[in-house]
């Protein structure tokens, strides 16, 4: 393509790998394919982790499986950087040695 993409995830399984697995598998071919991916990132990520979930759960009631996930993304579009994030996982950015807050991390008690 004309503009470079980069993308990075890491899944935090919760109740068995199934999920976590299925996650790793296929959330990126779902940002790949995604005809916003260049013009809005965002989006591409937002409906990729949808479509990816919805997936899972098809084949989860399917096979009767019972396992989660956590997740966290990175998506680089040229030289802009997208963070995607389900559950309580963090990402972290240092930059020139401190560290830069990309999200506000999910808590129980934080509304």
Known sequence: ???????????????GVGAANYSATHLH???GLHEEIVKNPAEALKCSFQKTDE????????????????GVSALIVGKKLHIAWLGDSQVMLVQ??????LMEPHKPERE
């Open 1 to 15: 393509d004309e503009v470079d993409c980069s993308y990075f995830s890491v899944f935090d399984d919760h109740g």
């Open 29 to 31: 071919v779902n940002v």
């Open 55 to 70: 997936m899972f759960l098809f084949k989860a009631k399917r096979e009767k499986l019972w396992s989660g996930t956590t």
């Open 96 to 101: 020139q040695g401190k560290a830069v807050t």
